[in-house]
């Protein structure tokens, strides 16, 4: 079955302006969660949705923001791009219950956005 | 609250040789699972191996094995007859609950190269 579609695979903007990632479950899954890689805080999870909502949020700036359509398909958004933005954005799908986290969450192969 | 710590940043192995990258967490969760994830330079996180707190044995896959000791809390990665295409990022990595769902706690992670 397909694996965890991201797009698009790599984004460059300017600073102010804002950013919309694209993230493709693997079909079934009802679970999207977002993270952003950085060399420096390494991997942070950024939010995540379940079946429409979201159940979870780290510790991001309100400029962060998802959403997640009725087929699971999910988006992130940023609004008004920092130099510090810059960063791999991944995108895990899984069935989002219970003992089915014990097989782990799929990634897709993100999206490098750099801010300039 | 939760925390993983891999301690070491970089690592090296000759191809056909055995390593052991070392990983060590603290979670409040009463049961829970550990994994191992693989970043290659395709940017994808794969899981490679998975633990269950609860389960004593330890998990192998293929040439890959963990060696978890609970009491400790310690889970770290043996790979055995290393091979180039071992070459990449990894992180341990173990799901947290809160606020109603799971997100992944990772390590900083530890860069594997594997010398031909």
């Known amino acids: 079955k397909a694996g965890v579609t991201q797009t698009p695979r790599y984004l460059i903007k300017t600073r102010g302006q804002q950013v919309t990632l694209s993230c493709s479950p693997i079909s079934g899954h009802r679970s999207v969660s977002w993270y952003q890689q950085t060399p420096g805080q390494g991997l942070q999870f950024l939010f995540e949705?379940?079946?429409?909502?979201?159940?979870n949020k780290g510790n991001f700036p309100g400029r962060f923001s998802g959403r997640q359509f009725s087929n699971s398909r999910s988006e992130m958004n940023v609004s008004t791009l920092e130099l510090g933005d810059s960063a791999l954005y991944l995108c895990?799908?899984?069935?989002?219950?219970?003992?089915?986290?014990?097989?782990?969450?799929?990634f897709g192969s993100g999206t490098r956005l750099t801010v300039v | 609250a939760q925390t993983v710590t891999q301690s070491q940043p970089e690592m090296s192995v000759q191809e056909a040789e055995t390593v052991t990258l070392s990983c060590t967490y603290d979670?409040?969760?009463?049961?829970?699972?550990l994994f191992w994830y693989k970043q290659p330079p395709s940017r994808q996180m794969i899981l490679v191996i998975r633990q269950e707190a609860y389960k004593q044995q330890n998990a192998t896959e293929n040439r890959f094995s963990v060696n978890f000791q609970k009491a400790a809390k310690s889970f770290s990665l043996k790979i055995s007859d290393s091979q180039l295409g071992d070459t990449a990022m990894y992180f341990c990595a173990s799901p947290y609950s809160g606020a109603g769902s799971y997100q992944l706690t990772f390590g900083k992670g530890t860069k594997l190269s594997v010398i031909p």
């Open positions: 895990a799908s899984s069935s989002g219950q219970g003992p089915a986290l014990s097989y782990g969450y799929t």
């Open positions: 949705y379940f079946s429409e909502t979201q159940r």
């Open positions: 979670t409040s969760e009463s049961n829970y699972y």
